[in-house]
């Protein structure tokens, strides 16, 4: 079975500067999907960034990146130049076939002024 | 509409009532999702719908809970006699398409369920 392990349960990071939050997965699949979504408090999970397992360019988005490692099934997400709205639970998504889609239990993400 | 909507927000059901939670997804939207999320935790699959066909259930944990999408857009979550245990929030999501490899998931606020 397909499982997403999120280690961190909680970080914290200052204003403007740089956090990376781990995610590992466990899959036989070669191709797949990997997400990044945010859950603010009011409790909408929002896509932040994606990654198609087939491509070995990692994703970016504005102040969002991926270290995607395929052999060593880890996905983790950089946040650069943190903002005080990026403090959210952040939850890692690995998506196979159909409706096959996976969440880990999820960072809680703390931004200090 | 514009987004995926959910209602009610917040629920409280004595243990041993009924309830019915209700999912307007975007309109055109064939995929349809139920997560339940404990507290402190991830979203786990409940069940999918591709237009009005139930294609997957297997998430549901008991007999108590059913889910229906009769017309191919509005979903309705109902779980029958409450327990505490299904205290959680419920998140619906829509996708445009068929797989989500290229049709993003689009999530509801969810429904927060507490059951004294």
């Known amino acids: 079975a397909q499982t997403v392990t999120q280690s961190q349960p909680e970080m914290s990071v200052q204003e403007a500067e740089t956090v990376t939050l781990s995610c590992t997965y466990d899959t036989s699949e070669s191709d797949y999907y990997l997400f990044w979504y945010k859950q603010p408090p009011s409790r909408q999970m929002i896509l932040v960034i994606r990654?198609?397992?087939?491509?070995?360019q990692n994703a970016t988005e504005n102040r969002f990146s991926v270290n995607f490692q395929k052999a060593a099934k880890s996905f983790s997400l950089k946040i650069s130049d943190s903002q005080l709205g990026d403090a959210a639970m952040y939850f890692c998504?690995?998506?196979?076939?159909?409706?096959?889609?996976?969440f880990g239990s999820g960072t809680k993400l703390n931004v200090k002024p | 509409g514009a987004g995926v909507s959910q209602s009610p927000r917040y629920k409280v059901a004595k243990r041993g009532q009924d309830v019915a939670l209700r999912c307007d997804p975007i309109s055109g939207h064939v995929s349809l999702f139920w997560y339940q999320q404990a507290l402190g935790q991830g979203p786990e699959f409940l069940t999918y719908f591709q237009n009005e066909a139930q294609l997957d259930k297997s998430g549901l944990p008991s007999d108590r809970f059913f889910a229906e999408r009769p017309e191919g857009s509005v979903s309705t979550l109902k779980i029958q006699r409450t327990q505490q245990e299904d205290s959680a929030v419920y998140l619906c999501?829509?996708?445009?398409?068929?797989?989500?490899?290229?049709?993003?998931?689009?999530f509801g606020n969810g429904t927060r369920l507490t059951v004294t």
């Open positions: 998504a690995y998506y196979y076939n159909f409706n096959k889609f996976y």
């Open positions: 990654q198609e397992a087939y491509k070995q």
């Open positions: 999501a829509s996708s445009l398409g068929q797989g989500l490899g290229d049709s993003p998931l689009h």
